[in-house]
Each structure stands twice: as structure tokens, then as C-alpha cells.
């Protein structure tokens, strides 16, 4: 039986997909990042679209807004090192060619010239390193923001090619996976910002606690460096602890590298992001936390977003399947009308979701255009394969 267009041009589209990500493996985790980074923008299109702008400015602004608030981040971090620069310098000057370290019955002798030998060649080694990767960084980021605006300009063209090569009975199925994965990787970001919050209030406390100057401005270093993967505001708390100990307060480091450690480094990340998980990813506690500690040990700084967002469409996929498979064994032969049958097949009855709490309009859920519900609202009829759906023919008209 010869394959149908449909089936040959899916086949096609695996192979060129396997063989893009081996051709374009160093801007892959660009790539992914974009896509998530546009999923998350696209409520902030759709605002600015629906007030009469047309797409390239709606998807522009989008684009921007997304891009300061990666600056945002920056910001504080650059403008705390710089207020403080002096300190650090004379800090370094007045640091003392040996550290004793009494401990009671023993005492430690730390030579830091051999520290210093050390930091020397390992700062060299990075500065070179950032140099030659420089050009590498500036094309990555340029096609980030090229790939998060294209995406944001024409966001129903990748669902449109999808659901023209997927059968018309599993477009339910495809409009559930999306609608999950566009509600987990909102999600996963506001519950990124919510625990870097959270790591600014437990650092502030635990500074101001300690006696330390500035906690606020130390508070909000260690908030911005939450965004920092595995190391995170634990930089800051090792920091702190060498300053003590430079300065001969064994005791103080000692507490605060112990303390710090715990209550900064350790709770934001595996008790407070993982209690918000659970109802911001509709995803149990201990199975977001093995996404996103897999995804961080697999796949470094992306797996972060990746490893939680893979789960949750294994939790989504799992569903479906489980309740099309009670949806199955319940019915015996001759037992049920067509109607019935069709009422109670996930991704029937114009591609709904029929299973209860789940929102009926397919289009209406995670982020799809309001004006583009027609283009995928029957799912029981073939789509159209002879045109491209327009997403943007309003915008034109304006123009």
C-alpha cells in the first residue's frame, strides 16, 4: 500500500528536523530558549495587537520588552559592582601575604600568594576565553531576537503546518500538548522570578542578621543571581565567607558560610521553588523537581526550562492516553451509539478536549489567537492543503 502525501511529507519532516539539529547543534539551545522565551511573550503580542497595532510593531515591541527585561536582570548586579568598586580593590591591597587560622588546638597557615598565582591565571584564562567566544555570543543573540520576533510575527504558521500533516482526529491531542506547554513554560518563568523574590527576602534577612553592610544591596546581587543555574546566590555567601576570614572573623565566615549556604543557596531551590511549582505547573512537587534538577545536570542553563517542560508533557501525554483508554474498555460491542463514540474520542466533536475541567474551545487555551480560531476549529474535516492560512490579512489591510 503506497504511503499517503500526508505520511511521506511527515517522514520528510523528521529527517530534515534530525538532520537540523545536527547541522545547527551549536545555536540549538538557542533555538530551544527562543521558543520559550516567544511562548511566554505571546500573551504581551496579543495586548498590544488587540489595540489596533498591526503584527511586525506588535511582534516588535514584544520583542523588546522581552529583551530589557533580560537587561533588567543585569542591571542591578552591574551597579552594585560598580558602587563598590573601591571597596573591592582595597580589599584585594590590604589582603595579607599569610592568613592564620586559629581554631583552638590548631591553627591553619593559608599563603596567599599562591591564591593569588592561582586566581591570576585562572581570571587570564577567562578573559581569554570571553574574548575569542565574543563574535560566537553576539550571532547567538542575534538569532535569538531574529527567531523570538519571527515568532511572535507569524505565530500560527508553525500550528497551521502541523495540523495540516497530523490527521484531523489527533488535532485534540496537538492543541492539548500545546495549550500545556505554553501554560508550564509561563509558569516555569513567573516561578523563576517568584523564587529569586523569595532568595531576596531570605538573603536580606539572613545579612542584616549577621551584621553585614549593605544587605540590601548584597540581598539583591544574590536575588539577581538566582538566574544563575547550580551556582546561583551561593556565589555571594562564599564571597562573604573569604572576607570574613581575610579580615580574621573565623567565627562570622564560619556561620555564614554554614547558614548562608543553607538557607540562601539550598531552601530558595529545593523547598520554596518546588511548593510554588506544584500549582503554578499543575505538576506534583517531587516530579518538577526531577525535571528540573535533570534537566540542570543533563543540559546545563537551558535544562532548566527544558527538564520541567518535558515532564509536564509526559504528565500531559499520559493523560490522554489513560483517558482514552478507560474511554475504550467501558464500551462493549453494539453497547454504544456512533454518536456517543464520537462524543467521548479526545480530540473529537471539532477537535475538543472532552474530558471534564478541560477548556472546550481549543483555540481559547494557551495563548492562541482569538482571530485565528477558524483556521483550526473543525478537526474532524481535513484541512485545507492547497493555502496557507493568513494570519496576518488584517494587518496588511492596514497597511
Excluded at 505547573?281 to 517542560?309: H, K, R, W
Excluded at 509536564?312 to 462493549?332: D, K
Aim: proline letters at 6%.
Amino acid at each position: 500500500m503506497q504511503p499517503s502525501r500526508r505520511t511521506a511529507l511527515a517522514a520528510l519532516l523528521a529527517g530534515i528536523l534530525v538532520l537540523t539539529a545536527v547541522v545547527l547543534e551549536s545555536v540549538l539551545s538557542t533555538v530551544v530558549f527562543a521558543v520559550t522565551v516567544a511562548y511566554v511573550l505571546y500573551p504581551l503580542r496579543q495586548w498590544v495587537s488587540d489595540r489596533g497595532y498591526p503584527a511586525r510593531a506588535a511582534a516588535g515591541a514584544a520583542t523588546v520588552a522581552g529583551f530589557l527585561g533580560v537587561v533588567a536582570l543585569a542591571v542591578p548586579l552591574a551597579y552594585v559592582l560598580y558602587r563598590r568598586r573601591r571597596d573591592l580593590l582595597d580589599f584585594v591591597a590590604t589582603i595579607p601575604a599569610e592568613i592564620v587560622v586559629d581554631l583552638g588546638s590548631m591553627v591553619y597557615v593559608i599563603e596567599t600568594d599562591v591564591v593569588f598565582v592561582t586566581a591570576q591565571a585562572t581570571l587570564r584564562t577567562l578573559a581569554i576565553s570571553l574574548a575569542a567566544a565574543a563574535p560566537v555570543i553576539a550571532l547567538k543573540l542575534v538569532v535569538f531576537v531574529i527567531l523570538v520576533y519571527g515568532l511572535l510575527l507569524k505565530p500560527r504558521a508553525p500550528r497551521a503546518a502541523l495540523l495540516r500533516l497530523c490527521p484531523g482526529e489527533y488535532h485534540g491531542v496537538l492543541l492539548a500538548l500545546h495549550r500545556r506547554t505554553a501554560s508550564t513554560l509561563r509558569a516555569i518563568y513567573v516561578l523563576q522570578g517568584a523564587t529569586a523574590v523569595a532568595t531576596f527576602v531570605v538573603a536580606l534577612l539572613t545579612f542584616a542578621a549577621l551584621g553585614y553592610q549593605s544587605p540590601f544591596a548584597l540581598a539583591v546581587v544574590a536575588g539577581v543571581l538566582q538566574f544563575v543555574p547550580v551556582l546561583g546566590p551561593s556565589i555571594v555567601v562564599v564571597a562573604l565567607a573569604v572576607v570574613d576570614l581575610v579580615a580574621g572573623d573565623v567565627f562570622r565566615a564560619t556561620i555564614v558560610l554554614v547558614v548562608g549556604l543553607v538557607l540562601i543557596g539550598f531552601v530558595p531551590d529545593a523547598v520554596i521553588r518546588p511548593r510554588l511549582a506544584g500549582g503554578a505547573t499543575d505538576l506534583p512537587v517531587s516530579v518538577y523537581f526531577i525535571g528540573f534538577v535533570g534537566g540542570l545536570l543533563t543540559l546545563g542553563a537551558i535544562g532548566f526550562v527544558v527538564g520541567p517542560l518535558v515532564v509536564a508533557l509526559l504528565a500531559e501525554t499520559v493523560s490522554l492516553l489513560s483517558a482514552n483508554g478507560v474511554t475504550t474498555q467501558q464500551q462493549l460491542p453494539g453497547s454504544s451509539t456512533p454518536a456517543a463514540d464520537a462524543g467521548s474520542r479526545p480530540g473529537a466533536g471539532g477537535g475538543r478536549d472532552a474530558r471534564p475541567g478541560r477548556d472546550p474551545d481549543p483555540l481559547g487555551d494557551g495563548g492562541e489567537d482569538r482571530a485565528g480560531a477558524g483556521t483550526a476549529s473543525d478537526t474532524e474535516s481535513e484541512p485545507d492543503t492547497t493555502s496557507e492560512p493568513d494570519a496576518d490579512a488584517d494587518d496588511d489591510a492596514t497597511r
